[in-house]
């Protein structure tokens, strides 16, 4: 009588493939979702430039110049003039910072201001007549909206 010695189950081979198609499957589903969340943020920093550009218009409207630097970074200041913003709306998706740039970087906003002259401004020796407002976009470039007036 022949001992016949037949074992259910998968050959290494065949295991090899499975772990191929995972991997793959894997790198697809990753790709997929990175994309989608970089296209989340971008449109979020967008949204958020334009209602920040909307507040400064409506500041230059009511006190016929926009807000340097150091008074749109100081929360007080800002509480006060910018009442349709919160802190959280200018805040880029991917940081913690609720302050604007000097000048264009990753994970923040910026918001470069200059005198009529194009010279640096702080409202009291000089005041701010123009801005440029910056996102930096994922896979994109930076999205930039100027001032109206």
Request: proline residues 2%.
């Amino acid at each position: 009588m022949a001992i016949q010695n037949k074992q259910a189950g998968f050959t290494v081979v065949e295991m090899l493939i499975l772990i191929i198609i995972a991997g793959i499957l894997a790198g697809v589903v990753s790709t997929t979702f990175n994309s989608i969340q970089s296209g989340r943020h971008n449109r979020e920093r967008k949204n958020e430039i334009k209602l920040i550009q909307k507040s400064l218009e409506n500041y230059y409207a009511q006190h016929e110049k926009y807000p340097s630097l150091e008074s749109i970074n100081d929360a007080s200041w800002f509480a006060r003039n910018i009442k349709n913003l919160s802190l959280k709306e200018i805040t880029d998706p991917q940081s913690t910072s609720a302050k604007f740039a000097s000048t264009s970087t990753k994970q923040a906003y910026s918001y470069e201001v200059k005198s009529s002259s194009g010279e640096a401004c702080n409202n009291a020796s000089s005041d701010c007549a123009t801005y440029v407002l910056t996102a930096n976009l994922q896979g994109e470039s930076p999205y930039v909206q100027n001032n109206y007036y």
